[in-house]
């Protein structure tokens, strides 16, 4: 080990503390050798990689952190001597009352514990207290183990544990070192973890791109870019007289499984979704990428066999099916930041939004599910796979606008 002479200290009395008791060479590297190291797990990997130069007998080590995501409740690192990155599991939010969480020592540790350790070549197997996990770690050849909780700021806990293969487990000095290191370590992973909470949130609610300029630095009111793109608006059927008479919870549920059905394939194929507006939603297919119209075209077919799935589901229990419909323009938008001095909206505005907004709400009278204007057609060279339907004057627009309607199928919703 390298370090500077010192006292031994009990691990109990140093995670106790709020600041290592002594200056190593790897809490100079994970205080100041770390700071353009954007990503966590490549810190932990490279951490126990040095810990274990250094002699300390680590054959095993995890980090497991409790985030805020829409499906995952919380994720963990796992490592062991010659990986090169650390073994990524996503956990959600079921797991977390599984059986094998609720009697793991991580749930020990989030409970309050400040330490679970283990000789696990010295303890009674027919230990009826035992966590499941000793013989798991037992017959890999593991002969010690420690569980301690990292404490972030406003009282969030977070864990990391090591283990042992060497006969006799942990020599005292190791796992004092290890506790003295731990405070620094929680704050080398805190400051990882809320820099990808602020990016997740922002993901979430406005979108990858939408966050990226957000990040980047574009929060004044007023400020955007002129992006040429598709655009799409899609909105439910019936939905007023749905969510007066359903209970709440079941609207809820209603909505998430449609915009399930709408917004995976947009996703998939390169659109991104702005916003949801009650049961309607906003997405572009920003036209930097040649294959854009063939993206939207793609993703709109995909939406609508994921809508007759849906509707098949939604049968099956005895529910009617979903209507809907969706229009789709191209052109020249503005893509940036509006609203008041202090609530922001990172949106696209522009003609070509209203155009898509009156396709949408044309599917009522034409009772087709899908259309799309003359303009996306021509760029999409695509006009053999749709059905014209001429020219309609809409609202809002000065000339009238030549229309076309996505090929029906059988199965489809009934007509707007």
Known sequence: MTSTPSDSHDPASIMAGNWPLRRTTI???????????????????????????????IARATLHLRIHHPQW??????????????????????AMETPQFLNSPIKALYDGSNEVRNRLDAMDTDDEDAFPIYADLRQQGYTDYVVWPMDFTQGQRHVVSFASDRPGGFAGEELALLADLLPALSLVTEIRLKNRFARTLLETYVGPHASEQILAGATRRGSGVTVSAVILICDLRGFTSISELWPRDDVISLLNDYFDAMSVPIERHGGEILKFIGDGMLAIF?????????????????????MKELNVD???????????GVGIHVGDVMYGNIGSRSRLDFTVIGPAVNVAARLESLTKEVHRNVLFSGAFVTMAQCAMGLDPMGRYPLRGVGEPVEVYALKEQAGDPPPP
């Open 73 to 94: 409740s919380g994720a963990s690192f796992l490592w062991k001597p010659g990986m090169a990155e650390a073994k990524l599991q996503r956990i959600d939010y079921q």
């Open 27 to 57: 809490l100079d590297w994970l205080v100041g050798g770390t700071r353009d190291e954007r990503f966590l797990d490549n810190i932990f990997v490279e951490f126990c990689a040095r810990l274990r130069a250094d002699g300390i007998m």
């Open 286 to 306: 920003p036209l930097d990428k040649p294959e854009a119209c063939a993206d939207a075209l793609m993703a709109v077919t995909e939406a609508r066999l994921a």
């Open 314 to 324: 939604r049968a099956a229990r005895g529910l009617d099916p979903l209507g809907y």
